[in-house]
């Protein structure tokens, strides 16, 4: 009897037989499924998508013409710029501090990207360092938004749990920060972010670690408990300096949690859309896989061995096994732990890599959601077992952002 793994292999093989392998797809199916289901986790919060989750501007506006989706968060500033010049969004919340002068000059020169795109700041010397670019009197206001570390610190800040972002982590440090920037000319403070990285991007159930599941559990719901009471603490000490348009946090993994919480108006995702691997490790919420690529089977160095060409697309972040591509399909495939994802081959094992052949396709999922969009420069749409689309990743586009 067939599994719904076995249907699933069928209708991509089918809906790309005309396709030679490396290539890359994404199942609209389940990208519109994962799309629901987090504007039903916001619970009635806007949703920001993170732009460097999907990498593509026609899956980014995509997303926004679905309702609960508001906005855009980029990863750089000339990423922002590219996406509000074409059109995709008028509202751009740039998630890290920038120091592209290049960009910095644009956004300045144009009074409509001004006023679309947010900058993020966590000091003062950021300020000064986009007054050497252009000077406030030469300029249109700059909007900004302060980075409030959500970082849980324990132990007196000998024990941290999280990752290391912003340098601001208390209400005071933020209040002092919000009035800094209130007293600067030509900036305009409108938003507070914070990302509790510690529960949105970890995995409360690591498959096979069932005590280290138990522990991530423990400190996430310390952890957040902790954040509710500063983050609020510090909207309100930043509230006294600016009139704050929105305050963002979240992601992926946190979408429930984080609209939960009084102080946030927005929530942030990206990466439940495509549903990479990483998220398999989570209990509350697990996204219905939506990317995937290919890779041919191009020899059978033993019996119970098949090797496919390329395969080794690895994941950002610290070097371990779950930062690697993992065979999905036939199911049962596994990497070998001598040799891993290599370049330019991958050999697999398991019980299906008897039955393949020079030719067949394996399918692999990512690690981590937008990255593989920098190994592929489009992605095919598959709607049942048809590709409807083919449209450009930002490197098909001839961008390389970071």
């Excluded at 005309?18 to 949703?47: E, I, Q």
């Excluded at 601001?168 to 440090?173: D, I, L, N, S």
């Excluded at 209130?182 to 690591?206: H, K, N």
């Excluded at 190994?375 to 048809?386: A, C, F, I, K």
């Amino acid at each position: 009897m067939a599994t719904d793994s076995d249907n699933l292999r069928h209708r991509l093989d089918r809906a790309t037989a005309h396709l030679d392998p490396p290539y890359a797809v994404v199942d609209l199916t389940a990208f519109d499924h994962n799309a629901a289901a987090l504007t039903s986790r916001a619970a009635g919060k806007p949703l920001r998508i993170a732009s460097k989750s999907l990498r593509c501007r026609d899956l980014i506006a995509r997303a926004l013409a679905r309702p609960g989706w508001r906005s855009v968060m980029a990863f750089t500033l000339p990423e922002a710029i590219w996406l509000v010049r074409t059109g995709v969004t008028a509202d751009v919340l740039v998630a890290y501090p920038t120091a592209d002068r290049g960009a910095l000059a644009e956004l300045a020169a144009d009074p409509a990207l001004a006023a679309a795109i947010t900058l993020m700041v966590d000091d003062a010397d950021q300020l000064d360092f986009y007054d050497t670019v252009t000077a406030p009197g030469h300029r249109p206001e700059l909007r900004v938004c302060l980075d409030l570390d959500a970082s849980w610190r324990l132990l007196g800040g000998r024990v941290h749990v999280g990752v290391r972002r912003s340098p601001v982590h208390t209400a005071r440090a933020a209040g002092r920060l919000a009035a800094t920037i209130a007293r600067r000319t030509g900036f305009r403070l409108v938003g507070l972010m914070s990302y509790e990285a510690q529960i949105a991007g970890l995995g409360d159930a690591p498959p096979g670690q069932a005590v280290l599941g138990t522990a991530i559990r423990v400190a996430q719901r310390g952890s957040y408990r902790e954040l509710l009471a500063r983050r609020g603490a510090a909207v309100a000490a930043v509230r006294e300096h600016a009139d704050l348009e929105f305050v963002n946090g979240g992601g992926t993994g946190s979408v429930a949690a984080t609209s939960a919480d009084p102080a946030v108006t927005e929530v942030t995702a990206g990466s439940g859309l495509y549903g990479p691997t990483l998220f398999d490790a989570y209990r509350t919420w697990r996204p219905t896989p939506a990317a995937f690529f290919a890779c041919a089977v191009v020899r059978r160095p033993a019996p119970d061995l098949a090797t496919v060409l390329g395969g080794g697309w690895i994941a950002s972040g610290s070097a371990a096994d779950s930062r690697l591509p993992r065979p999905w399909l036939p199911t049962g495939l596994k990497l070998l732990g001598a040799e891993g994802a290599g370049e330019v081959q991958t050999p697999l094992t398991g019980t299906p890599a008897a039955t393949l052949r020079v030719g067949d396709r394996v399918w692999f999922r990512h690690a981590k959601s937008g990255e593989l969009c920098e190994r592929v420069n489009e992605l095919h749409l598959v709607d049942g077992d048809h590709v409807v689309g083919t449209v450009p990743t930002y490197r098909g586009e001839g961008h390389a952002f970071l």
